[in-house]
């Protein structure tokens, strides 16, 4: 059974009511809908993608079985970790000092997108229960990701043209990230 988590700083949340994104997104053709009132949640096996304080901008890639052996080594590396995280040196301070919620919900309302652990909930959802993470970079390791901390997520932009799965979290928060300035993210 797959378990459900929705991360926030609030640690008052009784209830999730489904809301628009904040920032929508250019959607395929009959996906529009995943930009409307929704209650979003992480599967257990990708809740490191949101072990951040909520506007760190990150980029979390990992190896899929496709992924070629030259780009496993050119960027996870050697100890072959699960993933690896990177955040700009302006936040690992706030991130070291954060603390997050983390609610679980129950996936009776929830359909999986097939991207990245994402679920989503047209419905209202209760959270049965709720834990306090802190210690982020801890939490991040604890789960075999291995954070790095970069001055500039501008050259990891190759990313994408890699064999790895890469996701861009918040990087319209980035300071230095190529599309910052136009208001776009990947």
Known sequence: MVRLFHFSDDPAIE??????????????????????PLVWAIDDAHEMLYLFPRDCPRIVAWATPRTSLADREAWLGPGDPRAVAFIETAWIDR??????QRYELP????????????????????PFGRVVLSRLDHEVARRGVDLRVVDSLAPLAALWDSSLHVSGIRLRNSVTWPLAQSGTSR
């Open 15 to 36: 209830r999730f009511e489904p809301r628009p994104v904040r920032m929508p997104s250019a959607r395929p053709a009959g996906r529009e809908w995943l930009n409307g």
């Open 95 to 100: 991130l070291r000092a954060a603390e997050i």
């Open 107 to 126: 996936p009776a309302t929830f359909s999986c997108l097939e991207d990245a652990g994402m679920w989503v909930s047209e419905a209202p959802v209760v």
